[in-house]
């Protein structure tokens, strides 16, 4: 999608610290971190919100997650701990409408989340 932030850094058109990339998946660095380990995992393909998700899309969630789990992985951060976390619309604070999953780890997390 030509004007989604998210598509532009898939496309590298613009730049950022991607970690892990495959067919279907891309994980960069959030560029406002809020633990050590703050990476997003964002389909290649545009999907805006869950809501937007078919059934065609069951194998990608698969992926995004499965992507999640290698990047935690490898950031040591599976025995710890982590928090994987996708927001939705207004009250959950989404701010950029291409799915992508937070995966948030080295520090301890409180709960309920803000
Ligand atoms: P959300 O609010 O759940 O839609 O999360 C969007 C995240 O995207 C937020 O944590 C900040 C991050 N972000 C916004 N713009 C950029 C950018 O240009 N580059 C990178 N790497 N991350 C961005």
Request: with cysteine; aromatic share 6%; hydrophobic share 40%.
């Amino acid at each position: 999608m030509s004007d989604c932030l998210f598509c532009k850094i898939v496309e590298k058109k613009i730049p950022a610290r991607i970690v892990h990339e495959d067919a279907d998946t891309v994980a960069f660095e959030d560029v406002n971190p809020q633990a050590p380990t703050h990476v997003l995992v964002v389909p290649r393909k545009h999907v805006a919100t869950m809501m937007d998700l078919g059934p065609d899309d069951d194998a990608l969630v698969g992926k995004l997650f499965r992507a999640g789990a290698a990047i935690a992985k490898a950031r040591g951060i599976d025995g710890p701990g982590y928090r994987v976390v996708m927001n939705h619309n207004r009250d959950a604070g989404q701010s950029v409408f291409h799915i992508h999953l937070h995966v948030m780890g080295g520090r301890r997390m409180g709960w309920p989340p803000g």
